[in-house]
């Protein structure tokens, strides 16, 4: 179990093993975006004063890309041994960004180490393989966190005060559109690796986003009770980093309804075919009895009741109301970091504090489930009822 410090306790370093930084993710977001600005800025200092800095290892196959990304960002260590890295008391934390498929091998083994674990999700390839990683974790009494940066997204925080408030009064359902144009290789280099479009590496954009989906809905609008969806692969031929064509086995596009605990109906396209026409990559329509909201990234818009047009449907004449102009933009009124820093931020705290963390393995797990009953509910053209998980 973590230690928890005195509050009079004046530093605590936390060693963190960081295993698949030089992929995009692990590289930007995690690496530099996160741990490093958290180390560069002297750590982060909990109530009672304690500070808490963090030191990097960075673990992966190729060593001579290791040791130019430590040279470049001034970490001292570096390893292709995962196994020693895990077996040195030096290092508290094991954080992954490996590919999915890599992913519950390394789990196991730092989870056995007894060290705390961080990791991206999909936690797993299966739900049983996720709910697996849970229990060990569980029985080995270590602490498990997994990445929900959605949430920290400036808009859904600002989505997140207007729940709060009671601006919506009762929600009635939630439209989310996300995705973009990504290319396929042959004359402009695509946007995405390879494997994203194949099944057998772990592709596909549901295995990818519905774990996303998944906390964003169960966090602001209620327990996803069922999922319908319709996967599609649109484009067959693709070209890969190296120029060679293939054949895209994995779906570049998913088109779900969810049901809600409570009612409330979500409907989200994920796609890596669509053009975009809307302020950002993605977008959320909520709408409420008293009120209805449209969050991004960063941007949020409200209509209040009292300020909702009447609309009058007439094919006949060309309607001129500027719908835009009926919405007011909801004010930036807080500093918002970037949200995988700041999730990275409540861990170590809850870490160093030895509090209970949400975000766990078993919530990981269920992201897991309803990208699996997605999955389902295309290959079988039904709606798919969603089981409770639990630990026991």
């Known amino acids: 179990m973590p230690e928890v410090l005195s509050p009079t306790a004046a530093a605590r370093e936390v060693g963190i093993i960081m295993n698949g930084v030089s992929g995009r993710m692990g590289y930007r977001q995690h690496l530099v975006r996160s741990i490093l600005a958290i180390r560069d800025q002297g750590g982060i200092e909990l109530p009672g004063g304690t500070r808490v800095t963090v030191k990097p290892l960075l673990v992966g196959r190729r060593e001579a890309k290791l040791a130019e990304l430590a040279a470049r960002h001034g970490i001292d260590d570096y390893t292709t041994d995962l196994d020693a890295a895990l077996a040195d008391p030096r290092w508290d934390i094991y954080a992954d960004f490996l590919v999915t498929k890599a992913r519950a091998a390394a789990l196991r083994k730092a989870i056995a180490a007894g060290k705390a674990i961080y990791t991206e999700k999909p936690t797993a390839e299966s739900v049983e393989e996720a709910l697996e990683l849970a229990r060990l974790a569980q029985d080995r009494g270590v602490k498990a966190g997994v990445v929900h940066d959605k949430l920290y997204l400036p808009g859904l925080q600002k989505l997140k005060r207007l729940i709060?408030?009671?601006?919506?009064?009762?929600?009635?359902?939630?439209?989310?559109?996300?995705?973009?144009?990504?290319?396929?290789?042959?004359?402009?280099?695509?946007?995405?690796?390879?494997?994203?479009?194949?099944?057998?590496?772990?592709?596909?954009?549901?295995?990818?986003?519905?774990?996303?989906?998944?906390?964003?809905?169960?966090?602001?609008?209620?327990?996803?009770?069922?999922?319908?969806?319709?996967?599609?692969?649109?484009?067959?031929?693709?070209?890969?980093?190296?120029?060679?064509?293939?054949?895209?086995?994995?779906?570049?596009?998913?088109?779900?309804?969810?049901?809600?605990?409570?009612?409330?109906?979500?409907?989200?396209?994920?796609?890596?075919?669509?053009?975009?026409?809307?302020?950002?990559?993605?977008?959320?329509?909520?709408?409420?009895?008293?009120?209805?909201?449209?969050?991004?990234?960063?941007?949020?818009?409200?209509?209040?009741?009292?300020?909702?047009?009447?609309?009058?449907?007439?094919?006949?004449?060309?309607?001129?109301?500027?719908?835009?102009?009926?919405?007011?933009?909801?004010?930036?009124?807080?500093?918002?970091?970037?949200?995988?820093?700041?999730?990275?931020?409540?861990?170590?705290?809850?870490?160093?504090?030895?509090?209970?963390?949400?975000?766990?393995?078993?919530?990981?797990?269920?992201?897991?489930?309803?990208?699996?009953?997605?999955?389902?509910?295309?290959?079988?053209?039904?709606?798919?009822?969603?089981?409770?998980?639990?630990?026991?």
Do not use: C
Not at 194 to 199: E, G, H, K, P, V
Not at 239 to 264: H, I, K, P, Q, S
Not at 376 to 385: A, L, P, T, Y
């Open 164 to 392: 709060d408030s009671g601006f919506f009064g009762r929600i009635l359902s939630v439209r989310g559109e996300f995705g973009y144009w990504v290319f396929e290789g042959d004359w402009q280099k695509a946007q995405r690796p390879s494997w994203n479009y194949r099944t057998e590496d772990g592709g596909g954009i549901i295995v990818d986003m519905f774990p996303h989906w998944n906390y964003v809905l169960e966090n602001l609008f209620g327990e996803v009770k069922s999922v319908y969806t319709h996967a599609a692969v649109h484009i067959r031929d693709r070209w890969d980093e190296n120029g060679g064509r293939y054949t895209a086995t994995a779906e570049d596009a998913a088109y779900a309804v969810f049901e809600l605990d409570g009612g409330v109906v979500a409907q989200i396209n994920s796609s890596w075919t669509t053009r975009v026409n809307r302020d950002e990559l993605v977008e959320f329509h909520v709408d409420g009895t008293h009120g209805s909201a449209v969050v991004g990234l960063f941007g949020a818009k409200i209509q209040h009741r009292n300020a909702t047009p009447k609309p009058v449907w007439n094919p006949d004449l060309a309607d001129e109301h500027d719908y835009h102009g009926d919405w007011a933009a909801v004010p930036t009124n807080d500093l918002f970091l970037n949200g995988f820093r700041q999730q990275w931020e409540e861990f170590l705290a809850s870490y160093v504090q030895g509090t209970d963390y949400a975000f766990d393995l078993l919530s990981g797990a269920r992201g897991v489930l309803l990208a699996e009953a997605g999955l389902q509910s295309s290959r079988e053209g039904r709606k798919v009822d969603l089981p409770t998980l639990t630990l026991g």
